[in-house]
T-cell receptor, first 110, second 115 residues
């Protein structure tokens, strides 16, 4: 079955700097790659997703890139703000259900 | 509109007791998923319902865990003879269709604590 690896497990950045989180997946048939943000004690919230027929997608300060050949995808957050502090999860899916990475705890230091 | 609703939000019970957790998906969503999230960990898939099809139970950790979905809407996850290792947040998610490229929307979860 699908296996998703996520790095780093923790990440600290200064406010205004960029943050990058990387994920790799094992099954080349996976075709859907969402990213979720989970604040402490709250539900995971979808922040961006990408389909396998697209290499890059951007939404304001957030972007995701996908390299199908290498089977990896990345989340990029620019101009980080304290409210970006949370745990971020990547996931991959062939159909359903989603297989999640173990998460990255992002801390944005003011 | 209303999102995914889960109840109770917190449940504390003694080891060996049975518990039932409820999930009310977004109206019209045909796919429903249960995940488990242990403290500081990722999301572990438990079970998946899609319309009237037989559920995918491949993620259930033991036969103490079961789930049903009545009328294609509300789902109940039951854990029998609870153990301390069952302590976790149980998250439910729903999706508009079973197609991969539709986003899953999560509820707030039920925090289960086994004493």
């Amino acid at each position: 079955g699908e296996n998703v690896e996520q790095h780093p497990s923790t990440l600290s950045v200064q406010e205004g700097d960029s943050a990058v989180i990387k994920c790799t997946y094992s099954d080349s048939a996976s075709n859907y790659f969402p990213w979720y943000k989970q604040e402490l004690g709250k539900r995971p919230q979808l922040i961006i997703d990408i389909r396998s027929n697209v290499g890059e997608k951007k939404d304001q300060r957030i972007a995701v890139t996908l390299n199908k050949t290498a089977k990896h995808f990345s989340l990029h957050i620019t101009e980080t703000q304290p409210e970006d502090s949370a745990v971020y999860f990547c996931a991959a899916s062939i159909n359903t259900p989603l297989v999640f990475g173990k998460g990255t705890r992002l801390s944005v230091i003011a | 509109g209303a999102g995914v609703s889960q109840s109770p939000s917190n449940k504390v019970t003694e080891k060996g007791k049975d518990v039932e957790l409820r999930c009310d998906p977004i109206s019209g969503h045909t796919a429903l998923y249960w995940y488990r999230q242990s403290l500081g960990q990722g999301l572990e898939f438990l079970i998946y319902f899609q319309g009237n099809s037989a559920p995918d139970k491949s993620g259930l950790p033991s036969d103490r865990f079961s789930a049903e979905r009545t009328g294609g809407s509300v789902s109940t996850l039951t854990i029998q003879r609870t153990q301390q290792e069952d302590s976790a947040v149980y998250l439910c998610a729903s999706r508009l269709t079973g197609t991969a490229n539709q986003p899953q929307h999560f509820g707030d979860g039920t925090r289960l604590s086994i004493l």
